[in-house]
């Protein structure tokens, strides 16, 4: 893990081609790290005891659905 990286809190920025010869730069996201994928829970049903629990595991980044980015936001 770079820790140098983890000491600043301020957003990254990744250049993504979403267009033919369109760069845009769209903030890296924070959920993921840009990675595009983290733990999520995920609910598991017990059905002999019809109930579940939870579980964590690597998927899918609910935050930026595993693209790494998010959308750039105004901020009033
Ligand atoms: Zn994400």
Do not use: K, N, T
């Not at 990254?12 to 990675?35: A, F, K, N």
């Not at 999520?40 to 659905?65: N, Q, T």
């Amino acid at each position: 893990m770079d820790r140098d990286r983890l000491a600043f809190d301020q957003p990254r920025y990744v250049r993504v081609m979403r267009h033919p010869g369109l760069w845009e730069e769209l903030p890296e996201c924070q959920s993921c790290m840009g990675q595009g994928a983290c733990e999520i829970e995920e609910a598991v049903p017990d059905y002999r005891s019809g109930s579940g629990y939870l579980i964590g595991r690597l998927g899918e980044c609910p935050e930026c659905d595993g693209r790494g980015y998010v959308e750039h936001v105004d901020e009033a």
